[in-house]
Each structure stands twice: as structure tokens, then as C-alpha cells.
């Protein structure tokens, strides 16, 4: 190969025809810690056991883009740089849509422009770096506009609407108020399974701690926690049909002390259960803080928060502040709930209309089983595990279960064309720092999956996730606003009948100076179900899939799980098979 072209390529200034012509020789380019480039002949299977591979030439050149680039992918990915190179993919790597999210705003950081759907397109380093574009510092600023406040009010006359509507429906009257807020649709729902009895939509993080805490700081830390994020000072009132969030300048919240004598444990599962029947009206403030300490030296914190007020996203970084504030270290930057859904009302959901509208044109939703009477409303949930390690790497692990499901639903109500349910972060639409807002953005969004003939299985896992990145450009426009302006669905629809879910990371234990706590999630009650959930639980070359149901549907939930998982191994295995005959 001659010198010109793979100077080229590595530089970045080689056109899409002259670096496919390099990539296509059999040669790999390797990028390595101190920026210069190996390139080594691509070896059989055979070669590859019987000696490692040695660098035919390592040449000290490559571009600046290329190698920003790739110390965001690093920092992401959690790779050391010389694990990364040109023609690596991102999600070979191990990347999914959150960690594509995450890179983009780190390249924000470094005043680079890149998009979600961009990273999706353009998989390998070599690619990536060639449309990574400079960004002025207040370019990165530009995008979202300011938002004043009651500036989302609808009344004409805020001070008066003020005066006579939201100060009587708090439960404190002295608050100050500095904002009030539109609710999003999913917020409408915890909040209704918060304010009701017993409480299902309060999550409990319990932090068992193993050493002597420092109470004095640790109660401060909580109220830092709740100054420095508007959405734990913003509490709820009814308004109209829907709700309104209120935000507060300052709240207190004092932690609730118990002393006992016995283990620690049980004792917090149980005030647990019991505070899930105490009443949280609307006006009051939904965050609590409890400790519980024992004679015998065991201490735990409690930290109680609804699902109006917080999503899987921003939690981790929430509980990464709180432990920051108690050691007194750099704490984890966060961005105010009330710009991104300023940014959503004004800019996405306008935005994103005419996009809901050509794809749902014709549609309506996939009801799985209607007619089956629902006895018994226990739930039911079974699951089973996959092995996906033969799947194509350039497909991501939420593509598959999603994927499944739509081929399932289809020989299930035999039908080419199936809509449902999908739960997404709704941050990967066009807002800066998405990853940093505190506040729950998560949405359910519809997915369509129109059978054409001839298809394979690979032909179907490309179509899903063409479809997972046209549509996260979209995601802040809710299901009411799906079925009101883009649909001729029934008014009556609220909800889906299937919903597919991909689980994400938790926080296992946290730091307090010098002491560990260790975490555990206390949910007291269920959710009543309105939906066929499936469930996604990725933990590298494994797939675990949940269906979860009524009791009264079991048997059916478990030939469900049984043809998805079915489905599952041969998109794996068989990605030229055909879908129908």
C-alpha cells in the first residue's frame, strides 16, 4: 500500500472512496497512547493462535480530531486509549444509546459538535472523527435558550394566578416561589401513585452504612442535596386536568431519627412499608430523609423520593452529589429540570410533530390478548437468560429484546404492522448536557415495525434500530401529545398495551468519608399494571428477559417469554433467515 493513502487515512483527509480502499486491504490501523499509528496485516483465525500479531510499521502521525476523539471515547467506555483504534467501532466497544449520549456531551464539553444520531452513523473512530466538527465555546450555549421565569404559565396574568391559585394549594404558605412548571405526562403518573394510598410511585434508597457516620455532616449534606437541584424543592398542585410543579427557593428537610436495639435491616424495610401508608398531599414536599441508628453500632440513611421528581438517569448522580457534599469533594455539575422542559415545550415537541405524524400514519396500537378477563390483578413476572455472544456487535443490546418483541407480536395477532410501547431516556433530543439534567425526562414513545416482504433477521434488527435513532431526536414529545397531534388513535387512548424496557446501572455503594454505604432500593408496593411489560437486563454477552403480567395471565406470559426467547436466539444465530415465508 503506498504511503500517501494510509497517511491519509490516519490524518483524516483521505475521501470516503480512497478509505474504504484501505480499510478493504486486509491492514488495521491501531492508534496508541502517545498518539502514533501501527499497522499490522489482518490475520486468519489460524494465524491469530498460532502467534500474535507484530506491527509492520508504526508511524508517529495522526490528527488532533482523531485523537480528542478518541480520549472522549476512552473516558466513556472506561478503556484505557490503546485499546481504541481507527477502525474500532463504538459499540463494539461495549457502547449502547447511553454511553452515545454521554459522548456527545462530552465532545460538547471539549467544543466539539457531534449528535446521538451521528455516533449511530458513523460507528468507527476513522468515521466519527471525519464529521466531528470545532465548536465555538458559546456555540454550545446557543442551543437552548434562557428560560424566564413563569414563563411556561399559560395564565395571562402570572403574579395574579400566583396569588390566587398556587399560594393557597401549598401546604406552607410563607414558601417563596420562583417558578412554576408545565408537568410531563409520565410526571402526571407518579405523581397520582404518590399522593394515593398505599404509595407505590416513592422509591426508598437506603444507604446501610459500615462504620461510625459523621450525622452532623450527613444532615447537612442532605439539605445541600435538595438546594443544589430545583426539582427536590419542587412540590405539586392540581391544576385544571393535570398537575403544575412548584418551585421553591428553599425548603427544609429534617431528618427523621430512630434509635433501636434490634438489626438494622428489617427495621428499615419495615418504616419503609409503614411510611407508604402515611399520607403526602399535594403542596407538600415528597422528599424525606430518615436515619436509623442501632445500639449495637449499624446506622442507615433513607433517602425518599418520587418518581415525579427524578428518572434512572439522574438518580446516580444525585446519590454521587450526596456523597461529594459529605466528603467535601468536587460534586458531580447537574442542570436545572426547568430549562430541559422549557427546551421540550418550545422547541422539541414543535419540532417533532410532523416526525410522530409520518410515522404512525395508518397505525394503531397492537393489543396483545383483550378479551381475557383479569381475576386476579397480583402480578405475575417470569425470565430467563440468552446468551447473545455470537450476535452482530454492531447492533446494540436494546435493539434485540425490542426487536423480538415486535416479530412476536406479529405472529402473535398475525399482522405485518405492529406498534407499542418503548421506555426512553428523552435525552438524546437536541438540548445540551442532557445526561447532566436532574429531573425526570424518561418517556414512553411508540415503535412501528412494518413487516416487509422477504425480510431477514437482520433486515429487522437494522429497521429497529434505524428507527432507535430517527426517533431519539423526538423523544420529548409525550404519548398524550402523540395521540392528540399525530394520530387518528381513539382520545381514549393514555397508554400503551406492551411497553418494552431496557434496564441501566445502579449505584451499588457510595462513599462517606472513610465509611461505605452500601445501597439497597425499597420499593414497598407494586405498581398496578396497565401494560405487558418486557424487560431487558443486559450484563455483557448475556441477555436476561423479563415478562411481566397478571396472574391471571401466567401461562400465556410464560409461551410469551418462550417465543421471544426463541426469536431472540435466532436473530442472534440466524441473521439471513427469513422472517415470512
Not at 406470559?557 to 433467515?577: H, M, N, T, Y
Request: aromatic residues 8%; negative net charge; contains cysteine.
Amino acid at each position: 500500500m503506498d504511503e500517501p493513502l494510509w497517511l491519509d487515512v490516519v490524518n483524516g483527509h483521505a475521501d470516503e472512496q480512497r478509505a474504504a480502499k484501505f480499510f478493504k486491504t486486509g491492514k488495521l490501523a491501531k492508534l496508541s497512547a502517545d498518539g502514533s499509528v501501527q499497522i499490522t496485516e489482518k490475520k486468519s483465525a489460524a494465524a491469530k493462535s498460532a502467534a500474535p500479531s507484530r506491527p509492520v510499521k508504526k508511524i508517529s502521525a495522526t490528527s488532533a480530531k482523531q485523537r480528542r476523539l478518541r480520549t472522549l471515547w476512552s473516558r466513556v467506555l472506561r478503556l484505557t486509549e490503546e485499546d481504541i483504534g481507527l477502525n474500532d467501532s463504538f459499540f463494539r466497544l461495549g457502547g449502547d444509546s447511553i454511553s452515545a449520549m454521554k459522548l456527545v456531551s462530552e465532545a460538547r464539553a471539549d467544543n466539539l459538535r457531534l449528535t446521538v444520531a451521528q455516533v449511530f452513523k458513523n460507528r468507527t473512530l476513522f468515521d466519527m472523527a471525519s464529521v466531528l466538527k470545532d465548536s465555538e465555546p458559546t456555540q454550545n450555549k446557543e442551543a437552548v435558550e434562557p428560560l424566564e421565569p413563569f414563563e411556561l404559565v399559560e395564565e395571562a396574568q402570572a403574579t395574579k394566578f400566583l396569588v390566587n391559585t398556587v399560594r393557597p394549594a401549598l401546604a406552607d404558605k410563607s414558601w417563596n416561589v420562583i417558578d412554576v412548571l408545565p408537568t410531563r405526562p409520565l410526571q402526571d403518573a407518579a405523581i397520582k401513585g404518590t399522593i394515593q394510598l398505599p404509595r407505590f410511585s416513592a422509591r426508598y434508597e437506603a444507604m446501610y452504612f459500615d462504620g461510625d457516620v459523621d450525622k452532623a455532616q450527613l444532615y447537612q449534606s442532605c439539605q445541600e442535596l435538595v438546594t443544589r437541584n430545583e426539582i427536590l424543592r419542587t412540590v405539586f398542585i392540581a391544576h385544571k386536568e393535570s398537575y403544575l410543579g412548584v418551585v421553591l427557593e428553599h425548603v427544609e428537610t429534617p431528618v427523621a431519627e430512630y434509635e433501636i436495639d434490634g438489626d438494622v435491616e428489617p427495621f428499615v424495610r419495615q418504616l419503609c412499608t409503614m411510611d407508604s401508608y402515611t399520607r403526602m398531599p399535594l403542596g407538600s414536599c415528597f422528599v424525606k430523609w430518615f436515619f436509623v441508628q442501632s445500639s449495637s453500632g449499624p446506622s442507615a440513611l433513607i433517602f425518599r423520593v418520587s418518581h415525579a421528581q427524578y428518572d434512572e438517569i439522574c438518580l446516580p448522580v444525585m446519590l454521587q452529589q450526596l456523597s461529594a457534599l459529605h466528603e467535601g469533594k468536587p460534586v458531580p455539575s447537574s442542570l436545572p429540570f426547568s430549562t430541559y422542559v422549557g427546551h421540550v415545550v418550545k422547541s422539541n415537541i414543535p419540532k417533532g410533530l410532523d416526525y410522530w405524524r409520518d410515522l404512525l400514519k395508518g397505525s394503531s396500537l397492537s393489543v396483545l390478548k383483550p378479551d381475557t378477563p383479569v381475576v386476579r390483578r397480583n402480578h405475575f413476572a417470569v425470565h430467563r437468560q440468552f446468551d447473545i455472544s455470537a450476535r452482530s456487535k454492531d447492533m446494540t443490546v436494546a435493539t434485540l429484546p425490542t426487536a423480538a418483541w415486535a416479530l412476536c407480536l406479529a405472529r402473535q395477532l398475525a399482522t405485518r404492522d405492529v406498534t407499542f410501547g418503548e421506555v426512553v431516556s428523552g435525552r438524546t433530543i437536541d438540548f445540551p448536557n442532557a445526561d447532566a439534567v436532574v429531573g425526570p425526562c424518561w418517556q414512553y414513545v411508540p415503535l412501528r415495525v412494518q413487516f416487509a416482504a422477504g425480510w431477514t433477521a437482520a433486515d429487522l434488527l437494522a429497521h429497529v434500530q434505524s428507527q432507535h435513532i430517527a426517533s431519539s431526536a423526538h423523544e420529548g414529545v409525550g404519548l398524550p401529545e402523540v395521540v392528540r397531534q399525530c394520530t387518528d388513535w381513539p382520545a381514549s387512548v393514555d397508554w400503551f398495551d406492551s411497553v418494552v424496557h431496557q434496564d441501566v446501572e445502579h449505584v451499588e455503594s457510595l462513599g462517606f468519608a472513610g465509611v461505605s454505604g452500601r445501597m439497597e432500593t425499597i420499593y414497598p408496593h407494586e405498581e398496578p399494571l396497565r401494560e405487558w411489560k418486557v424487560q431487558a437486563f443486559p450484563e455483557a454477552d448475556k441477555l436476561t428477559i423479563e415478562v411481566i403480567t397478571f396472574e391471571s395471565w401466567a401461562e400465556h406470559a410464560k409461551e410469551l417469554l418462550a417465543e421471544v426467547g426463541a426469536i431472540v436466539e435466532s436473530l442472534v444465530r440466524e441473521p439471513e433467515a427469513v422472517l415470512f415465508e
